[in-house]
């Protein structure tokens, strides 16, 4: 994302309006600038305020009166009098920040935007979780604090080594380059972005272990995360997450149920297509 200095007023409304806190007003240029590292490039300031197209040397003409009378000038607080946000073509490694960010962007890897995963909300027909087994999503960056793909993969390293499974139609698991491993690409380690979801299953013998790694882990890197985890009912009740959660002293709320009332697209399930596979 671009200001165009030649445009910019230096009003501040969208100082605001950042969710990284990545833009500012530079007094010595009297201009608004975005901090390049921190910019998630989440497309919020340029679509999210209404704009004018004012002549920018009328308005700061206008200012500057303004200001000698002691009164002041100022465009609505919504509003970007100028129109000086501008979209820049973004190429690999930035282009990774847009893609995880910005809410209209698809993921190529999954065909979803935003975070890019469906999570377990399809689960009664895509069965990404089995009975038997225990699915995670580790989010990280939300709210407003983002994250480095370095932090992920910090995560992601040290889930590795306790053996999990990385879901495969995840877009970080696509970044994978070894998912024995977790390692994550090279070239996208610094870049930040809004935030994202890790997701993984185990057996439930696994669970006490990897909440412990979640907490660890987060207290090592610079962000947030927040932990769902999900398993398949059986007779419509759980049995076994749930009083296990409740031992491990633990305080969750049930998010989201399915209900088992889509059609089902995966014909196999991951318990029948691991028999076959073996
Ligand atoms: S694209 Fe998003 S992160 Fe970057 S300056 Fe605009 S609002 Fe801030
Ligand atoms: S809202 Fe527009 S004119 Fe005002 S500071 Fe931001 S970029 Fe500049």
Redesign the pocket.
């Known amino acids: 994302?671009v200001i165009n200095q030649k445009k910019c007023v230096a009003c501040g409304n969208c100082v605001a309006?950042?969710?990284?806190g990545?833009?500012y007003v530079d007094p010595n240029a009297n201009r608004a600038k975005?901090n390049d590292d921190a910019?998630?490039?989440?497309?919020?300031?340029?679509r999210g305020m209404s704009t004018e197209n004012l002549n920018p040397s009328m308005v700061r003409g206008i200012r500057k009166v303004a200001k000698f009378l002691r009164f002041r000038f100022e465009p609505e607080p919504d509003v970007c009098p100028t129109g000086s946000f501008e979209m820049n073509e973004l190429e690999m490694p930035r282009l990774i920040r847009q893609i995880f960010s910005d809410p209209v962007v698809e993921h190529n890897s999954t065909g979803i935007k935003g975070r890019g995963t469906e999570e377990v909300k399809t689960n009664d027909v895509s069965r990404r979780v089995d009975v038997g087994e225990v699915g995670y999503t580790i989010e990280f960056g939300r709210p407003g604090v983002g994250v480095r793909f370095s932090d992920i993969q910090e995560m992601t390293h040290t889930l590795a080594i306790e053996g999990v499974t990385f879901e495969s139609n995840n877009p970080i698991t696509h970044l994978m380059t070894d998912k024995t491993r977790g390692d994550l690409r090279g070239d996208i380690l610094n870049e930040k972005i809004l935030s994202a979801i890790v997701e993984i299953k185990t057996n439930i013998v696994q669970v006490e272990r990897v909440l412990e790694i979640v907490e660890k882990v987060t207290e090592r890197i610079d962000t947030v995360t927040a932990v769902g985890i999900s398993t398949r009912c059986e007779d419509g009740e759980d049995n076994v997450l749930g009083p296990l959660l409740d031992k491990l002293g633990y305080y969750y709320s049930r998010a989201k149920t399915n209900m088992g009332l889509g059609r089902i697209t995966n014909k196999i399930s991951f318990t029948e297509a691991k028999a076959v596979a073996r």
């Open positions: 994302m309006i950042c969710p990284m990545a833009i975005i910019c998630v490039e989440c497309g919020t300031c340029y």
